[in-house]
């Protein structure tokens, strides 16, 4: 996805309409000279989600802290690289999962259009293998939704300053991750994938897999997919044989 900067900004300047009907919502916050004059301290945020409720949930909420300013909201891929591109936030604020695309897409878009604003995620999604894709993908930060809402303006903060921020949850499912919750010699799984050999050795189709994590048949199926893969097998009575053997489902 390639956008021409002074497109974007002639844009801007001459068409709000047509702003609002490419994905682009300016919150009426700001215009050129109050973003030259705005003190150095107030952070700039970009919201991209593709709920309007979610977004204006989050605006609601962080309309509440005066060194956070929503500049602008965009609904998803492409409307999130135009919205950077004409506002130059210090923060963009990314759900992953968007209309068009995916928030890594995005990421990705933005390092090949030369911006680098602070990215943080606020996601449902929690699995540690897709939270250490997002953090490896640029991401400074990674949340999910059901923060609080000091904790997301105190996260916005500090992915401005450069800093890590990962919700203490998702640290512990990281922490795990890494240093592995099996025995030496044993495949590596995630905390994730180890909820899932459980449950396969209930007897439990994907569907079902899925609804008791809560997660979808698909990335159920994927899971059970790298489980094959990692412990190389094919069939699923063969995995649960061998994981039981290994000593994960004791």
Same mark, same amino acid.
């Given at each position: 996805?390639?956008?021409?900067?002074?497109?974007?900004?002639? +844009? %801007?300047?001459? &068409?709000? #309409?047509? /702003?609002? !009907?490419? @994905?682009?919502?300016?919150?009426?916050? $700001?215009?050129?000279?109050?973003?030259?004059?705005?003190?150095?301290?107030?952070?700039?945020?970009?919201?991209?989600?593709?709920?309007?409720?979610?977004?204006?949930?989050?605006?609601?909420?962080?309309?509440?802290?005066?060194?956070?300013?929503?500049?602008?909201?965009?609904?998803?891929?492409?409307?999130?690289?135009?919205?950077?591109?004409?506002?130059?936030?210090?923060?963009?604020?990314?759900?992953?999962?968007?209309?068009?695309?995916?928030?890594?897409?995005?990421?990705?878009?933005?390092?090949?259009?030369?911006?680098?604003?602070?990215?943080?995620?606020?996601?449902?999604?929690?699995?540690? +293998? %897709?939270?250490? &894709?997002? #953090?490896? /993908?640029? !991401?400074? @930060?990674?949340?999910?939704?059901?923060? $609080?809402?000091?904790?997301?303006?105190?996260?916005?903060?500090?992915?401005?300053?450069?800093?890590?921020?990962?919700?203490?949850?998702?640290?512990?499912?990281?922490?795990?991750?890494?240093?592995?919750?099996?025995?030496?010699?044993?495949?590596?799984?995630?905390?994730?994938?180890?909820?899932?050999?459980?449950?396969?050795?209930?007897?439990?189709?994907?569907?079902?897999?899925?609804?008791?994590?809560?997660?979808?048949?698909?990335?159920?199926?994927?899971?059970?997919?790298?489980?094959?893969?990692?412990?190389?097998?094919?069939?699923?009575?063969?995995?649960?044989?061998?994981?039981?053997?290994?000593?994960?489902?004791?």
């Amino acid at each position: 996805m390639v956008i021409d900067g002074d497109a974007a900004g002639t +844009d %801007r300047a001459g &068409d709000a #309409l047509g /702003a609002e !009907a490419s @994905g682009v919502r300016p919150t009426g916050h $700001e215009d050129a000279a109050s973003a030259a004059s705005a003190p150095r301290d107030v952070v700039r945020v970009v919201l991209v989600d593709d709920h309007a409720l979610v977004r204006e949930g989050l605006r609601s909420v962080l309309g509440q802290f005066a060194d956070i300013s929503i500049v602008a909201e965009a609904d998803n891929a492409e409307a999130a690289v135009k919205a950077v591109l004409a506002h130059e936030p210090d923060v963009v604020v990314l759900d992953l999962q968007l209309r068009d695309g995916d928030g890594v897409e995005v990421m990705t878009a933005l390092v090949t259009q030369g911006l680098d604003p602070a990215v943080l995620v606020l996601s449902m999604q929690d699995d540690p +293998d %897709r939270v250490r &894709d997002v #953090l490896r /993908a640029g !991401a400074r @930060g990674y949340l999910l939704k059901t923060v $609080e809402p000091d904790e997301l303006a105190d996260g916005i903060r500090r992915v401005a300053d450069r800093r890590w921020v990962i919700g203490e949850h998702l640290i512990d499912m990281l922490v795990d991750a890494f240093i592995g919750v099996i025995p030496l010699g044993v495949p590596s799984v995630t905390p994730r994938e180890h909820q899932v050999l459980r449950l396969l050795a209930e007897g439990l189709p994907n569907r079902a897999v899925a609804e008791r994590l809560g997660i979808s048949t698909r990335t159920a199926q994927k899971h059970v997919e790298n489980l094959f893969k990692k412990f190389n097998v094919h069939v699923r009575r063969d995995l649960v044989v061998v994981a039981g053997r290994s000593g994960l489902l004791g």
